[in-house]
């Protein structure tokens, strides 16, 4: 589990006090004063350098399917090199933190976000973070020989062996529900190798063919699945929303962020 | 007396695309070496009448008309037919079998993955020919998977002299010029993987290495490609003028700095690249070329002048186009290498190449 905080607000005692109830006893915690406002980063899988800060799981894999990692820190060359938009050649999840602004960049997969929980939108908001998911433009843009059914074959090409369910409906992360992550919280995720999982929910075909719920389940239900995943010491991938997913259904959900 | 041989093509010249072109080079390359007689359903413009050319109206009308050729072909002792597209196999076929002659087959690609049972039953008839010739390895792989002998198979490059004039010397760029990119490409099917260049060029042209891309080609897809292009900023960086006559798109060929050619091969469509032509005119236009490096187009693109990435790797399409911007001395050896190949290609020897595989010579 992971948890970056960044506050205009807040001075570094205030801040921690805040998240203070987020954290686990064992973990490292720092806290410092940036130009963004005061930053606050707990557990792993972090990785700082200048004025970026990169959270997650980057994939050498571009169908982000393959478990096997890169360094947070070749994301961050990436971005030192071309710019904060690199971030979106680390298939994955992966966040980007920019501690000069407070501006935030996300992987195109959008696996890590800033969650729909009631709680993270309030702490969001009460830690002055502004940065929403992007929202979702729609596209129509059809190819005649295109068949779903080819699409998941080719995403299940890339998907190594996958092993038994998780049921991530077993703890309860949060009192408030999600109507969006409910569907999945049983029979959706699957574990995978290097201690990851894999979101394969079984109506996988009507999310590909419906752009508004494909949109919905990546922005909204996506976060939840991964926030329980990080909570069992996993990081969730999710193969159908990253970039040669993305750029090949039979429409087109672009970046507006 | 000389070898009479009936090609039989739904496609041919003046359509556009790499087929057409393909299939009038060889006919145009060989007339010397053999008596051409083309049956197509492609339409005529003025200037391409000619006796050697008959055109119809579809499917049938390629059967009505091609077997008034029975006379014609059976004048000679030595004879062939050419099925200019493997779905038209059963009808070359029957016509070879009641005119007593041999018949060859021409097969590219994406047609070699049959999608309907129709179309498998025609693949079937590619076992009885003489001899079925691709145009690049992996094809000639997809046909020796559906059964052909590979001793009755082969392969021909099918490298040909641009139609656009010849380039000059490629220009060295200034120390701190941004590159400017170029891809021809039909904007019908999603295998083409434009998007990918679209997603490079937001990466490179948000840090000052790339300042323009051009996507020449037309097709169903161009619509929804620009509302991408506007919907991630890059109304300022990428443009979809269209199809392009052949002296336009020489002037902006001329005006780019490195070729892009992004396809992959999408399970999806069932879509790949047969080859790959317009790799080998970016590159004869005196362009090094970026390739997306499978199916055919790993066969077009040469290393002299081709730096061939994973296609659906959007990071290796940013790392091998910053490469070229980063050094000059290798973008310009590769370009003066594109361009001194290219002035040797010499579409006579490839019709006659592929003229001696059909027939067996070879």
């Known amino acids: ?257 | 007396m000389t070898q009479r041989i009936l090609l039989v093509t739904v496609d041919y010249a003046p359509q556009t695309g790499g087929v057409p072109l393909l299939l009038s080079r060889i006919v145009e390359a060989t007339r010397g070496d053999a008596d051409w007689r083309v049956v197509t359903a492609a339409p005529a413009e003025s200037g391409h009448e000619s006796d050697e050319v008959v055109r119809t109206h579809g499917v049938l009308g390629i059967a009505r008309t091609a077997w008034r050729q029975r006379r014609w072909l059976r004048a000679s002792p030595d004879r062939l037919i050419v099925s200019g597209h493997v779905y038209l196999g059963p009808l070359a076929h029957l016509i070879g079998l009641l005119t007593r002659t041999r018949v060859s087959t021409l097969a590219y690609g994406r047609e070699l993955v049959p999608e309907r049972l129709r179309q498998r039953l025609a693949l079937a008839t590619l076992k009885r020919d003489h001899r079925v010739v691709t145009i690049s390895q992996h094809s000639s792989d997809l046909v020796n998977d559906l059964g052909v002998a590979s001793e009755r198979s082969s392969w021909v490059a099918p490298e040909m002299a641009p139609g656009f004039v010849e380039p000059a010397m490629p220009d060295r760029r200034g120390p701190t010029e941004p590159l400017r990119l170029i891809t021809i490409t039909r904007l019908a099917e999603g295998y083409k993987n434009v998007e990918v260049l679209l997603r490079a060029v937001s990466v490179l042209a948000a840090s000052g290495r790339v300042s323009c891309l051009t996507i020449v080609g037309d097709g169903p897809r161009r619509a929804a490609l620009q509302q991408k292009v506007e919907a991630w900023g890059l109304s300022d960086v990428v443009e979809l003028p269209g199809q392009l006559d052949d002296s336009e798109l020489s002037t902006r060929l001329a005006a780019s700095h490195v070729g892009v050619f992004s396809s992959r091969h999408a399970l999806a469509e069932g879509g790949f690249e047969g080859f790959g032509i317009v790799i080998q005119e970016l590159a004869a236009s005196g362009l090094p070329v970026v390739v997306g490096d499978v199916a055919g187009a790993r066969d077009a693109a040469r290393s002299q002048w081709a730096l061939k990435v994973a296609p659906d790797d959007l990071r290796a399409w940013v790392l091998a186009i910053d490469r070229l911007h980063e050094d000059e001395d290798l973008r310009m050896d590769m370009a003066t290498a594109a361009r001194t190949w290219g002035r040797q290609l010499d579409s006579t020897d490839m019709g006659q190449a592929f003229l001696a595989e059909l027939t067996g010579a070879g």
């Open chain 1, 1 to 257: 589990m992971t948890v970056v905080a960044l506050s205009r607000r807040h001075e570094p005692a205030a801040l921690l006090v805040e998240v203070a109830h987020h954290l686990l006893p064992h973990w490292e915690v720092s806290v410092e004063v940036t130009p963004a406002g005061t930053l606050l980063c707990a557990g792993s899988d972090i990785h700082r350098a200048d004025r970026w800060l990169a959270v997650g799981q980057p994939l050498d894999d571009p169908w982000g399917a393959d478990p096997l990692a890169r360094p947070l820190s070749d994301a961050l060359e990436d971005v030192d090199r071309f710019g904060p938009g690199a971030i979106v050649l680390s298939p994955g999840p992966v966040l980007l933190l920019d501690t000069l602004t407070g501006h935030a960049h996300r992987s195109l997969s959008g696996l890590v976000g800033f969650g729909p929980h009631p709680d993270d939108l309030q702490l969001s908001s009460t830690l002055g973070q502004s940065s929403p998911p992007p929202r979702a433009q729609i596209i129509e843009d059809s190819s005649p020989a295109f068949s779903v059914e080819g699409l998941m074959a080719e995403i299940e090409a890339h998907t190594p062996t996958v092993g038994d369910p998780i049921d991530l409906g077993a703890f309860t992360a949060h009192p408030w529900p999600n109507p969006e992550a409910e569907p999945f919280l049983r029979d959706a995720v699957y574990g995978l190798g290097g201690g990851h999982a894999i979101f394969r929910p079984h109506d996988r075909s009507d999310i590909l063919t419906d752009p508004h719920r494909y949109g919905r389940v990546r922005d909204l239900a996506l976060p939840e699945l991964q926030y329980r995943c990080r909570l069992l010491g996993r990081w969730l991938l999710a193969p159908m929303f990253e970039r040669p997913v993305l750029d090949q259904v039979g429409f087109a959900v672009a970046e507006t962020q």
